[in-house]
Every structure is written in structure tokens, then in C-alpha cells.
């Protein structure tokens, strides 16, 4: 039974590494359908007065891929920054920054999934009302993928969407770094991990890249 909420302490004797091994344990207890029985009432009144969440997700918005559930984690335990497409701006820059620097956070998981509704819109040009500016950020994963997938560069093309989705995964983990001085330093010190991972619908696993 998680009746336990993450205090200070607890959150600073963790390592980037343990943090990431915590979390895919979790993924995989969800996977076994082991996921763990939680005393929500607990948690919530542990954590009334602070949070010291060990890792920060970016993930998509899809219905199908909630972060706690498949990570397996509780109230208290994770930050999660969802966007369609799960690409960074400044506006998640700054709350992965909020939660690394400011709020103790070990690792820093962007979190891409399979046929990805975002990323095929990407990989069809689609254009519609504030969709389209949104698009425009995943649109270097769609160059890079058309260079190294053969067939056609459209979301018809299984492979061209799969490679899509871990290309955006990776690109956004690189302009994290370049665009966070703070977060690239943290990373550079061994303070923070940055890793990536793509999420399988078949599945439920997390496969990380
Ligand atoms: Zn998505």
C-alpha cells in the first residue's frame, strides 16, 4: 500500500538513476497489472504543506497515455507538463525548470507515444487555427524523419509516423539543453538526468530511447 508521500528528505537522496529505474518499475508493475494500492486520503494530507516530486514528465495529452496511471506513481510523486505532441516552449521550459531547480526533481522524462495524433497531423501538413503554429514545433522531427524513412513522408507510412514520434522525442530532449542554460548545467553537474521514452499502445510499456 503507497501511504507514504515524498518529504525532503526522501527526495534528496535520490539519484537521476534511481529516480529513472523508480519509474520505469512503476510502468512495469502497470504493465503486470500490479499497480500498487494507494491511500489517497494519506497523501493528500502529507502533502498539504509542500511537494518534493522526484522527476518531471513532458508527455502528449492523449486520452490514452495518463502519465500517474501508466507510470504507476501517486499524488505527490511526479510533475507532468502535457502538450499535444509533447515538444518544449518556453512556457514548459520554464516549468521544467520550476521543477528541477526550484522543486528538487531528479530527472526529466520526455515522454512521446505511439501513433501519435499530433505528430501524424505533423507528418500531413495539416493546417488549422492555433494547430497550425502548434505544429510548427514538430515539424523538425518530420524533416529529419523524411531523410531517414523510405516510402511516403505522410502519416500513411506506419514507419514514418514511428520514427516521427522518437525523432520529436530526441529533438526536444537536444533544445532542452540548448535552450535551458539552467537545466543543461544541472545535467552537466549530475544533478538531473534528461532521458526520452516512447509509449506503446499495444503495450503499455514505456521503451526508452
Ligand atoms: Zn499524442
Redesign the pocket.
Known amino acids: 500500500m503507497k501511504n507514504i508521500a515524498i518529504t525532503k528528505d526522501i527526495q534528496s537522496q535520490l539519484t537521476p538513476d534511481a529516480v529513472l529505474k523508480d519509474l520505469l518499475d512503476g510502468n512495469n508493475r502497470f504493465v503486470n497489472g500490479n499497480s500498487q494500492a494507494t491511500d489517497n486520503a494519506a497523501l493528500v494530507n502529507q502533502t498539504t504543506g509542500g511537494q518534493y516530486p522526484k522527476a518531471v514528465v513532458l508527455s502528449?495529452?492523449?486520452s490514452r497515455?495518463p502519465v500517474e496511471t501508466v507510470l504507476d506513481q501517486a499524488i505527490g510523486d511526479i510533475f507532468v507538463a502535457r502538450v499535444?505532441?509533447?515538444f518544449e516552449n518556453v512556457d514548459i521550459l520554464g516549468s521544467l525548470e520550476y521543477s528541477c531547480n526550484v522543486a528538487g526533481s531528479k530527472l526529466i522524462l520526455v515522454l512521446?507515444?505511439e501513433s501519435?495524433?499530433?505528430?501524424k497531423a505533423a507528418c500531413d501538413g495539416v493546417e488549422l487555427g492555433n494547430i497550425t503554429e502548434m505544429l510548427s514545433k514538430i515539424m523538425p522531427a518530420v524533416k529529419k524523419s523524411a531523410v531517414e524513412v523510405d516510402g511516403e513522408a505522410n502519416s500513411s507510412n506506419k514507419a514514418f509516423v514511428a520514427k516521427t514520434v522518437e525523432n520529436n522525442v530526441l529533438l526536444t530532449m537536444e533544445r532542452i539543453r540548448k535552450n535551458s542554460q539552467i537545466l543543461a548545467e544541472m545535467e552537466d553537474n549530475g544533478e538531473i538526468k534528461i532521458v526520452g521514452g516512447v509509449y506503446s499502445l499495444h503495450t503499455g510499456k514505456v521503451n526508452m530511447l
Open positions: 502528449c495529452i492523449d497515455v499535444a505532441g509533447n512521446g507515444h501519435c495524433g499530433a505528430v
